[in-house]
């Protein structure tokens, strides 16, 4: 079982930055891959940025040169920095791992933090 719990989101005006943190806890042992998801009202949830377990990284086209996804094993917590926020990346930002103990792939959660772009 891991534990995944997100901070740092909040009410921000357009063009201004967060940053997200994501606590694991539990098995940490067993993750391979962790990233940031998120979900407008209305609209499917979507990957926003990957990191697998090379430490190579993805992000959605829509966030790529205004976001960056950075893991620090030692604490682990992954981290989420937006800037130049627009209007459109307000959503709720789930943590997302992906474990394999022996052959067994899961999938963990955050509860979510909420995340809205307003003048």
């Known amino acids: 079982q891991v534990q995944l719990v997100e901070s740092g989101g909040g009410l921000v005006q357009p063009g201004g930055s967060l940053r997200l943190s994501c606590a694991a806890s539990?098995?940490?042992?067993?993750?391979?891959?962790m990233g940031w998801y998120r979900q407008a009202p209305g609209k499917e949830r979507e990957l926003v940025a990957g990191?697998?377990?090379?430490?190579?990284?993805n992000y959605a086209d829509s966030v790529k040169g205004r976001f960056t996804i950075s893991r620090d094993n030692a604490k682990n917590k992954m981290y989420l920095q937006m800037n130049s926020l627009k209007s459109e990346d307000a959503a709720v930002y789930y943590c997302?791992?992906?474990?394999?103990?022996?052959?067994?792939?899961?999938?963990?959660w955050g509860q979510g933090t909420q995340v809205t772009v307003s003048s």
């Open positions: 539990g098995s940490i042992f067993s993750i391979t891959a």
């Open positions: 990191i697998a377990s090379d430490d190579s990284i």
């Open positions: 997302n791992a992906e474990t394999l103990i022996g052959t067994k792939e899961s999938a963990y």
